[in-house]
């Protein structure tokens, strides 16, 4: 009766894997093409595969997944089977990347109409009243020199950072003090008095997001 219920046992696991690798490749489809051939670069945010989250347009989040950002083609790819690169079928309205650095949250932002389609944004700081985000456009260039009949190939990366407000308005910002302090005018006193007792460095990301953190506050 053991033996029996052992290899029932072992029947069910072996079906619950490939029930759950079909179900894994089902989730999207193989990216056929290499568009980066003799491209100087990476078009990924991070070139080796991640741990991570996503979160699909019907609100199911699958969690745990091997994942790689394609910043250029600004779209989130999984590791199927037999370790192919796969495009999601579904909409993926949002992702979490689990690095070295931290955790990386991605999120597509309609209220920001400069680009095509709804783009995935990096959310740096979330609060009540305000989300900073950060977008990151990656494009490939063409090179050649003078004289050269050779053309190389290479990316070119262009940062952008967004304050999008609650009531859907935003305003693209620079890492300076005096844009972000307009940015932040119906608190002037307010901030004026936080940059006196915190010392804090524009350029960069975790003094901005403390800094927004403490805006969102007031």
């Known amino acids: 009766m053991k033996k029996a219920s ?14 759950g690798q079909f179900l894994k490749d089902g989730l999207g489809r193989p990216i056929k093409e290499n568009k980066y051939i003799n491209v ?3 078009p990924y945010l991070f070139d080796n595969w991640l741990k991570g989250d996503v979160k699909s347009n019907d609100g199911i989040t699958d969690k745990s997944n091997e994942l790689k950002y394609d910043v250029v083609e600004d779209r989130i790819l ?3 089977e037999q370790g192919v690169e796969m495009d999601f079928v579904d909409l993926i309205v949002s992702f979490t990347l689990f690095s070295d650095e931290g955790k990386r949250n991605f999120r597509r932002f309609a209220d920001i109409t400069e680009y095509q389609g709804i783009p995935f944004f990096e959310v740096l700081n979330e609060g009540e009243k305000l989300i900073l985000l950060k977008k990151a456009i990656r494009s490939v ?3 050649k020199a003078y004289g050269s009949a050779t053309t190389t190939k290479s990316f070119s990366q262009t940062i952008k ?12 910002i620079k890492k300076d003090k005096g844009a972000i302090m307009a ?19 524009f350029r960069k990301e975790e003094d901005l997001g403390k800094l927004f953190t403490y805006y ?3």
Request: net charge neutral.
């Open 216 to 218: 969102n506050t007031l």
């Open 78 to 80: 999984f590791k199927g």
């Open 161 to 172: 950072y967004y304050l999008l407000k609650n009531d859907g308005s935003y305003v693209r």
């Open 183 to 201: 940015a932040l005018a119906d608190k002037t006193a307010e901030m004026e008095l936080y940059l006196k007792t915190n010392k804090t460095d």
């Open 141 to 143: 260039m063409y090179n």
């Open 6 to 19: 052992l290899i029932i046992f072992c029947l069910l696991v072996q079906v619950c894997q490939v029930n």
């Open 40 to 42: 100087d670069g990476s």
